[in-house]
């Protein structure tokens, strides 16, 4: 399907795109890699008159060691993320998530901000974002804010961003130890089940993806953890908003959480 009509700016700074998005307002889209947007402009779920395009802004796209801290601009790519040695280095399970995503041509354009803007529950970053307790990075007429992985994603392709902010980078803390198993669509590669685990002294921290219309915490696994895999039978305790498609139903999905939760414990 061919996408409707739309005016196309390209951005030369931060400040001129905050200043478009106001402008525009709700007919505005942001356009980083395009490959959470485009496909819904093609099947008319979105019809934004104007597209701001955010690429080419230099700023947003380094990956930088601040403190015990990785920060990572909103427009570096899956490719970039998957082969920095600061990444994979002080934040392995990222790296780790990033090569998951897509094919190539997917990792060279894909965008880390694009995706967790796009919030789709299927995506591979949410659980490695929850688990790490990353921070988001966001930038609107108000200022600068950031906001906690676990206040971030609120509902179905859903986020905490306001209307008029964009994200601009993530910050990740240094992990030492970390594993990102994940039960993927032979086609497209998104994930029906993702699960990212890291050790935080002597426990973990565990995010899924994939099974429900949220990303989540695992938190009843964390607390039943006593350093072996059985904790694994408490992955879906509470959840209840589970995802059935011509994929996997309900019954499967919560299977898969169990099993692939019990994979990342062991292979921590």
């Known amino acids: 399907m061919i996408p409707a009509k739309f005016d196309y700016i390209k951005a030369s700074s931060l400040g001129e795109a905050l200043t478009l998005l106001q402008e525009h307002g709700d007919e505005a889209k942001i356009l980083s890699g395009g490959h959470s947007l485009i496909p819904s402009m093609k099947l008319r779920l979105a019809t934004p008159s104007v597209l701001i395009d955010i690429g080419g802004i230099s700023e947003m796209n380094t990956i930088t060691e601040e403190g015990d801290e990785i920060v990572i601009g909103a427009n570096c790519t899956h490719h970039q993320i998957a082969t920095s040695d600061l990444v994979r280095e002080h934040v392995n399970i990222l790296s780790q998530a990033a090569l998951c995503i897509g094919d190539i041509q997917v990792r060279n354009r894909?965008?880390?901000g694009g995706s967790l803007a796009h919030a789709d529950p299927a995506s591979d970053y949410p659980a490695t974002v929850l688990a790490c307790e990353?921070?988001?990075v966001a930038e609107g007429k108000d200022g600068k804010r950031t906001i906690g992985a676990n206040d971030f994603f609120q509902a179905l392709f859903l986020t905490a961003l306001?209307?008029?902010e964009i994200i601009t980078a993530i910050r990740f803390p240094k992990v030492s130890q970390g594993t990102y198993q994940k039960f993927f669509q032979s086609a497209s590669r998104f994930a029906v089940v993702g699960v990212a685990a890291i050790k935080k002294g002597d426990g973990v921290?565990?995010?899924v993806t994939g099974v429900s219309?949220?990303?989540f915490r695992a938190?009843?696994?964390e607390n039943a953890y006593d350093g072996t895999?059985?904790?694994a039978k408490h992955a879906m305790d509470g959840v209840d908003d589970i995802i059935s498609d011509h994929f996997a139903d309900e019954e499967y999905r919560s299977h898969l959480a169990r099993v692939y939760v019990k994979r990342a414990l062991e292979a921590l």
């Open 110 to 112: 894909g965008t880390l």
């Open 134 to 136: 990353a921070t988001i």
């Open 162 to 164: 306001q209307d008029d």
């Open 205 to 207: 921290q565990i995010g």
């Open 213 to 215: 219309g949220v990303p």
């Open 219 to 221: 938190t009843a696994v």
């Open 229 to 231: 895999s059985s904790a």
